[in-house]
């Protein structure tokens, strides 16, 4: 791994007077000087390698803080850049001198904190870096054996009882409906549909299928935000940050024997890894959208069996699109809203009190009369779940669905 700083610096700015660090005033002046010493540091070989990683420890605790005090939306975006900086600063340290396996891991989760939780720098330059990262990674570690290969074909095998779906609860599916079809029958007059047909050409599945090993080779090595709990809304449900080989290792092969249920839900993995957006498209019908692509939201939702969406409604359109495995669905109309029973609580106002599948008749005694419309959604196919519908959503087996939400 010798020539690994050398692809590093090389994406780095010539020289100091190149290397922008601009703040407003709201970043004290103690912090900033501090970023301007390790800058130097940058481009000096006098520094020592704890000199360099003590002080971009120094940034990253210090805008920690703030990115801790109070609510996420209301961190001033300029101390996300100031620990962007200080996860660039830590990579540059870890990396400078003939890193370990272990310490070239650790530059990778370094830069996805900085991906997750900064804001872009340099023309996102954690983003290039962490691509030559992972080059690395993939040269040294080629994984993948025989016993997990029999594990992934076991759990496929053990999916649970597909629900019957009644004619008359039927979602309808269209087959690759024209703009104008889609538009007039759907989108206008905002009722759910499965289109079929019309992802048949993504690379997820067909040029290379999303199978475990694939998503292992992909993004193996990269922290990503994890939900702990069988829902949302359970009060023992929390996140932690694993990487992908550890979700996986955990929740999907179950290999820690761990019970709770995990699952990677709505991320926007594919801004983080720009190798798994290139194999996906935009469906053609969020044109008919107000807004710029850069206004679609795209999330993964990547997990085993049993992983559950509460009843809930989004303030956007929503395609739900399935890659890998089934997922049950249910959908209410938002003038049924008064029959969901919505929490009171301002946090959660948009999801229902109801278990849907285990309803309480005498808490919820309206619930029963509310109509729906129900679906299992199968890999190739995409749900339209039109603005304020209310959804359930339950994963038969191990699944990765993509949403894309557009105005």
């Known amino acids: 791994m010798t020539t690994l700083w050398s692809k590093i610096s090389a994406a780095l700015p010539l020289n100091e007077e190149q290397f922008p660090l601009q703040f407003s005033d709201k970043v004290e002046s103690s912090v900033v000087e501090m970023l301007k010493r390790c800058r130097q540091q940058l481009y000096s070989d006098a520094t020592s390698g704890t000199s360099r990683m003590l002080n971009a420890q120094i940034i990253l605790d210090f805008s920690w803080e703030k990115l801790n005090t109070g609510t996420w939306r209301h961190v001033d975006k300029e101390w996300r850049r100031v620990y962007s900086y200080g996860c660039l600063f830590k990579v540059a340290a870890l990396c400078r001198e003939d890193p370990s396996a272990d310490e070239v891991l650790q530059a990778v989760r370094t830069c996805d904190m900085g991906l997750l939780m900064g804001a872009a720098i340099m023309d996102n330059i954690l983003q290039v870096i962490v691509r030559i990262l992972q080059r690395e990674v993939r040269e040294s570690t080629k994984e993948g054996d025989e016993s997990e290969h029999a594990e992934v074909k076991r759990i496929k095998i053990e999916c649970p009882h597909v629900p019957v779906i009644k004619e008359e609860l039927a979602v309808p599916r269209m087959k690759c409906p024209s703009l104008e079809s889609f538009n007039t029958n759907c989108l206008l007059p905002l009722k759910p549909v499965i289109l079929e047909g019309i992802i048949d050409h993504w690379p997820a599945l ?6 475990i090993e694939y998503l292992r080779s992909v993004a ?32 999907i092969l179950n290999k820690d024997g761990e019970e709770a249920l995990g699952y990677l839900a709505q991320h926007q993995l594919f801004d983080q890894i720009p190798e798994l957006k290139e194999d996906i498209r935009l469906p053609d019908y969020c044109c008919l959208g ?18 559950v969406s509460p009843l809930h409604q989004d303030p956007q ?9 089934s997922k049950y669905i249910r959908l209410y109309s938002p003038e049924d809203t008064d029959k969901l029973y ?10 229902s009190q109801v278990e849907v599948e285990n309803p309480d008749t005498e808490r919820f005694p309206e619930f029963a009369k509310a109509p729906y419309l129900e679906c299992v959604l199968k890999p190739g196919e995409v749900l339209f779940i039109p603005v304020r519908h209310w959804h359930y959503v339950r994963s038969l087996e191990l699944s990765f669905s993509v949403s894309f939400w557009w105005s």
């Open 342 to 351: 919505p929490h009171q609580s301002q946090l959660l106002h948009n999801t």
């Open 206 to 211: 067909n040029q290379h299928p999303w199978s």
């Open 317 to 325: 359109q929503n395609f739900l699109a399935q890659v890998v495995g």
């Open 220 to 251: 193996g090595c990269r922290t990503v935000p994890v939900e702990v709990g069988s829902r949302y809304t359970d009060e023992e449900w929390s996140q932690q940050l694993l990487t992908v080989n550890g979700f996986i290792d955990r929740y």
């Open 290 to 307: 107000e807004g710029d692509e850069d206004d679609i939201t795209v999330n993964a939702w990547f997990g085993p069996g049993g992983t």
